[in-house]
Structures are given as structure tokens and as C-alpha cells.
């Protein structure tokens, strides 16, 4: 299989990669990643010397860099994406130009060299705050974040094309994702990598907010399923194996590295923070879908491998781009909170 993945240098895209090479040595990856912030070369520099991998540096909202590299591709998986909350708080264009605009050119391209198969990962956040219950795929979208509303947006640009196209495409849309090679903005390796250092975390509001936890190694099959098994046109959500409240999280990880609650600071909650997440996976499940990595385990190797590989996170936070960031988003808020 000649496999277009964008995004690839990222978070999820990159365990993705590994995975597919590992997985089937038939499966020949064009990487397509502009190298944006969170796009890190490090995660994949051990595969630079394989003949079944590429990366081709350049922006999904590029036409013609598209088109060149959508040519000869079976199949397409569409990570690329600006992902992060937060900054989409700060500033929404961004998210609006990648994840929009550049999910729309990828569709173009995909129509004309006539892809077998488009699939574009999105997220759980498109359903809005859930109450009670779970978020089945047919759902209303909700969004309640710039981020969110830029991933519905795409989201239904894509069912448009399959249904006036015929593009044979498909979404995921997966809970939130923990594990190895994860951009140290994000919760869970903000949370391990400061604690090494003994810096504070910030917990936003009371931390009750809950989330559904879904290790990236498990995500990445769940993936590779839907990309050979799922249905065109269909929507399939992504779940993990534990759902917990950002206070429980943050005491496991507390008391798996052995810090003291002082560094918990209690700082101002995140506008619009949606206060609960879940997924009904019944669909995914109906395609032979079993979790391999049990929450416990994942966790623990999760924050092994960050305390593991410290010259992969330490130069990103020590890197302009994170510290003004970090600076802007936390550090005021931090200073003279109290503990939880």
C-alpha cells in the first residue's frame, strides 16, 4: 500500500508511521509535514534510512506541494491539524487555515488522483460538553472551542465530499490521546516533564472536568482497522479504557513519580471548558476492535518513556516558541496559587 499520512512529525501522525512500517512491510509512507512547532523531525530521525518511508516537507493548504505528493498514493490518512486548545483561545485564524483550508485542498487532490481511500482524524471534542450518556457518531456537533469548531468544520467538508463526489472517505474521531513523542504543551508530558523539575502544574478550575483516555499505540491500530476495514462514508469514534476526572488523573501520575501535592496549583479555569467527554465505540468495536494496553500499564509507560528520553522534550521546551507560550498561557497564573 502506497499511504499519503500529513502531519506525520506530530504527536499521533508519528505513531501512526511506526506502527504501519512495523505492522506491514508492503506499506510504503510519504510523510507530508510542514514542520510547524509541535512537528518535531526527532520522533522519526530513526527512520530516515528506510526505503519505505519519506517525509516531504510542506503545508497541506499548498495546492500544488498536494498534488505532488498525493501523486501514486493508495490511500491517504489526514493528521495534520493545529490541536491545541489553548492557542486556538489565543488566536483561531491558524486553526482555521490548516484545519479547514487545508483538509479542503487534501480533498481536492484526492478527487482528482482518484485516492481508494481517505481518512481524516478528528476528535471528540466536536460533540460539545456530554452531561450523561455517550456521544454516538450521529450526533449533533457542538463545538465549544475554536479548535473544536475548526475540526466540525472539516469534519462535515469531508462528509460533503463523499456525498457529492463520491470521495471514498472516512472520520474518526477519538478521545483524548496519551503516550510517547507528545509535544510538551499538552496535559499529561506538561505535567511529567515539569514534575521532573519540580515545577508546578497547573490544574484549571475545581479539575473535575472528565476525560476518556485513549494510549496513542491503541489509537494507532484502531486507525490502521478503519483504514483497511471501515465503511466509506462512515463516521467512527475512538475511545480509550479509562475515564477519570483531571483531579484523579493528576493524583495517579502524582503518585507514580513520587512528588508532593504542592506542585498542584489551582489556577483560573479555561473559557468555554467543556466538562465531559465520552464515546460510544459500539462501531468500532463491530469492525473486531479490542484495546491491546490496559490505562495502568499505559500510564506508567508513558511516564518511563518521558524520564527515558529527555533529549527528545528538553530541547522543545527550552525552544523560543514553548517558553513565550508557556510565559503567556501559565506562568502569571502560577505565581501565588496554592496547592489543590
Not at 130 to 142: I, M, P, T, Y
Not at 300 to 321: F, S
Amino acid at each position: 500500500m502506497r499511504l499519503l499520512v500529513t502531519g506525520g512529525l506530530g504527536f499521533i501522525g508519528s505513531n501512526f508511521i511506526r506502527h504501519m512500517l512495523a505492522a506491514d512491510r508492503r506499506v510504503r509512507i510519504v510523510n507530508l509535514d510542514l514542520r510547524t512547532y509541535a512537528g518535531n523531525p526527532a520522533s522519526l530521525v530513526d527512520l530516515s534510512r528506510n526505503p519505505r518511508y519519506r517525509w516531504a516537507r510542506g503545508d497541506i493548504a499548498d495546492p500544488k506541494v498536494v498534488d505532488r505528493c498525493m501523486k501514486g498514493a493508495e490511500a491517504v490518512v489526514h493528521f495534520a491539524a493545529e490541536t491545541h486548545v489553548d492557542r486556538s483561545i489565543l488566536d483561531a485564524a491558524v486553526f482555521l487555515r490548516t484545519n479547514v483550508i487545508g483538509t479542503q485542498v487534501l480533498l481536492d487532490a484526492a478527487l482528482r488522483h482518484k485516492v481508494g481511500r481517505f481518512v481524516h482524524v478528528s476528535t471528540d471534542e466536536v460533540y460539545g460538553s456530554v452531561a450523561r450518556g455517550f456521544s454516538r457518531e450521529g450526533d449533533r456537533l457542538e463545538p465549544n472551542s475554536p479548535y473544536a469548531a475548526s475540526k466540525a468544520a472539516s469534519d462535515l467538508l469531508v462528509r460533503s465530499y463523499v456525498v457529492t463526489h463520491g470521495l471514498p472517505a472516512l472520520v474518526t474521531r477519538a478521545s483524548n490521546n496519551f503516550g510517547p513523542y507528545q509535544y510538551p504543551e499538552k496535559a499529561l508530558p506538561l505535567m511529567i516533564t515539569n514534575w521532573m523539575d519540580a515545577a508546578p502544574f497547573p490544574l484549571y478550575g475545581d479539575g473535575r472536568n472528565v476525560r476518556d483516555w485513549l494510549f496513542v499505540l491503541d489509537h494507532a491500530r484502531a486507525l490502521e482497522l478503519v483504514l483497511r476495514r471501515g465503511r466509506l462514508g462512515e463516521v467512527y469514534n475512538i475511545g480509550g479504557t479509562h475515564s477519570c476526572s483531571n483531579r484523579e488523573l493528576i493524583e495517579r501520575v502524582r503518585v507514580l513519580m513520587g512528588v508532593g501535592p504542592e506542585l498542584v496549583r489551582r489556577v483560573p479555569d479555561r473559557p468555554g471548558h467543556d466538562r465531559r467527554y465520552a464515546l460510544d465505540c459500539a462501531k468500532l468495536k463491530s469492525l473486531g476492535f479490542r484495546h491491546a494496553y490496559g490505562f495502568t500499564e499505559a500510564l506508567q509507560a508513558t511516564v518511563d518513556w518521558y524520564r527515558g528520553n529527555e533529549a527528545w522534550w528538553r530541547p522543545l521546551k527550552k525552544g523560543g516558541v514553548y517558553r513565550r507560550y508557556y510565559s503567556r498561557q501559565y506562568a502569571a497564573r502560577l505565581k501565588g496559587r496554592t496547592s489543590k
